[in-house]
């Protein structure tokens, strides 16, 4: 049985001076590893993995920072390929290591009851101990990962990986359809009617980021701007944070929701919507929200708490009676669903979700429908 990993962020208590000293001398170092890597991936001029970057530049790097522990220069590089791989994508500043943090294998890190003990600079091992509130003790008697110690506002933490066992998805008594709407972030609803719920809290604040927005776009165009340009940025990573809180509360419910009814979670499958004829709603829809982070969280704490999860074809999810499976000739315009044929009104996107339930009935008897399962 394969586990599923979890990160916890555990507090340490404050380290006494020699301890604090060892550990600032440790994430510096750990800092200027990186950045040494990062060069080093520069001169490589391939595109960086593990393989090619470690026989390029491992023996020269681990002569210089002869005072890591050898599993933490390898930390390094990995966070390098990472910080490179990034910076490939955006091409913006040249990548800069600046993080105040140091990881650690699995291997190199013991914990015993609330104490982590982890090798520092020059070999130093050194035992922390940490605050461990009551709900996260289970966490500690369970097989850890990768270790992360970083520091934050002259405080220090843990983040320590955990496999979590996976249990097996129970047998569903119905599916709740996920449908992202169009006038709603997104709306579910079962094959039976009885859970019909709009999520849509957070609509008028990503509006006025929107709004905002575009005003400060405009200034910096207009005047270049470097005090608007500033705010832009910080705008956006305050929006991707509130929208990663969003999505995680949104998640969160539909998935104890699912849990509640017992019933599986069906969502649609988005992947290689671009070739769909009606490719430009979805386009429509998509950009507006992070919907890949949505369904990834959903996915993830379905799969914490053993609820099945299917993914169902689209198309027409939003043209189709779910009460009569009658298709609309054309698109549906508007806010409602009304069907010419057997004169069943819903909300448009109620209606697709409902459809997106159905449509996981139709697949095959569960527990054999492996192939509709992204996990
Ligand atoms: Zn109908």
Redesign the pocket.
């Known amino acids: 049985m394969c586990g599923i990993k979890l990160t916890q962020t555990f507090k340490l208590m404050k380290p006494n001076k020699r301890k604090r000293e060892l550990l600032d001398a440790t994430i510096e170092r750990f800092k200027e590893c990186v950045n040494a890597w990062i060069s080093e991936i520069e001169q490589l001029g391939e595109y960086p993995t593990r393989k090619n970057v470690h026989s390029f530049a491992y023996k020269k790097i681990r002569e210089q920072f002869k005072d890591l522990h050898s599993n933490v220069v390898q930390e390094a590089m990995n966070r390098a390929i990472e910080v490179y791989r990034a910076w490939l994508k955006t091409k913006g500043q040249k990548p800069v290591f600046t993080a105040d943090v140091v990881s650690f294998k699995n291997v190199d890190v013991k914990i015993d009851r609330h104490f982590i003990n982890v090798p520092l600079i020059n070999k130093e091992r050194v035992w922390l101990p940490m605050h461990v509130p009551k709900k996260l003790r289970k966490f500690l008697k369970m097989k850890h990962g990768r270790v992360q110690i970083s520091k934050v506002d002259d405080e220090y933490y843990a983040q320590i990986s955990f496999e979590v066992p996976e249990p097996k998805p129970y047998e569903p008594k119905g599916w709740l359809g996920v449908d992202i709407g169009i006038n709603h972030i997104v709306v579910i609803s079962d094959d039976k009617g009885k859970i019909n719920k709009f999520y849509d809290n957070a609509i008028a604040w990503k509006k006025s980021v929107e709004y905002r927005r575009a005003r400060l776009q405009f200034l910096k165009d207009k005047r270049t701007k470097k005090g608007a340009w500033r705010i832009l940025k910080r705008l956006s990573h305050k929006e991707k944070n509130k929208m990663a809180y969003i999505n995680h509360k949104i998640a969160k419910e539909i998935v104890e929701l699912a849990k509640h009814y017992h019933y599986g979670i069906a969502i649609e499958n988005l992947k290689g919507i671009r070739h769909h004829y009606n490719a430009k709603r979805h386009r429509k829809r998509l950009h507006k929200w992070a919907y890949g982070d949505l369904i990834d969280k959903i996915v993830y704490k379905a799969k914490l708490n053993g609820v099945p999860v299917v993914f169902v074809d689209p198309r027409n999810t939003s043209r189709t ?1 779910s ?4 298709l609309v000739e054309k698109g549906v315009k508007g806010r409602w669903f009304r ?1 010419p ?4 009104q819903l909300d448009r996107d109620l209606n697709a979700a409902r459809n997106i339930a159905k449509r996981a009935f139709r697949l095959a008897p569960w527990g054999a429908s492996s192939s509709q399962r992204r996990w």
């Open positions: 009676c009460k009569c499976g009658y069907c044929k057997c004169g069943f």
